[in-house]
C-alpha cells in the first residue's frame, strides 16, 4: 500500500478500513452533539446605565457590573456608544475559576462585543461579570 507521509491522517485513514475486518466488534468513538445554542444569551449594555469615567482628550472609560452569567453559560455583550469610537474592550467575572473570552473586537466604529463562556461545572449558582469599554468622541 502507498504510504502518504504528508497525510497528517494517513494512521487513522487506515486503521478505519482495516480494523473492523480484524476486529467487527470495535466501535469508532462517537461524540455526542450538544446544543449550544440552548446555553447562549445576548445582552445590549447602554452606555447610559455604565460607569462613566471621562479619561480626558475626549477618551471616555465605560463600566457595566453585576451582570450574571450561569455555569456552561455563554453571554455575549454588545457594548455600544453612539457618536464615540471605541478603542478597547475588556470584562472581569468574580472568582478565581474557569472563564473563557471565546470573542472580543469592534464589530462597527461605535460597538465592541465580547463573548464570555462561564465554564465552572459543579455549582449551579451564577457569577458576576463586568464589562468595560474605551472610547474617543
Not at 455526542?32 to 452606555?47: G, K, N, V
Amino acid at each position: 500500500m502507498f504510504y502518504d507521509m504528508w497525510n497528517p491522517n494517513y494512521e487513522m485513514m487506515y486503521l478505519q478500513n482495516t480494523l473492523p475486518n480484524v476486529y467487527p466488534e470495535y466501535q469508532f468513538p462517537i461524540h455526542p452533539y450538544r446544543d449550544e445554542r440552548q446555553r447562549r444569551r445576548e445582552i445590549a449594555l447602554s452606555p447610559y446605565a455604565a460607569t462613566r469615567t471621562d479619561l480626558g482628550d475626549g477618551f471616555m472609560s465605560y463600566k457595566w457590573e453585576g451582570e450574571l452569567i450561569n455555569h456552561n453559560e455563554y453571554l455575549t455583550a454588545y457594548m455600544e456608544v453612539p457618536g464615540m469610537k471605541v478603542i478597547s474592550g475588556g470584562w472581569y467575572i468574580s472568582d478565581f475559576s474557569t472563564a473563557y473570552a471565546i470573542e472580543s473586537y469592534p464589530s462597527r466604529p461605535e460597538q465592541w462585543v465580547i463573548t464570555v463562556f462561564n465554564g465552572r461545572s459543579g455549582s449551579p449558582s451564577p457569577r458576576k461579570v463586568s464589562f468595560h469599554l474605551i472610547a474617543k468622541s
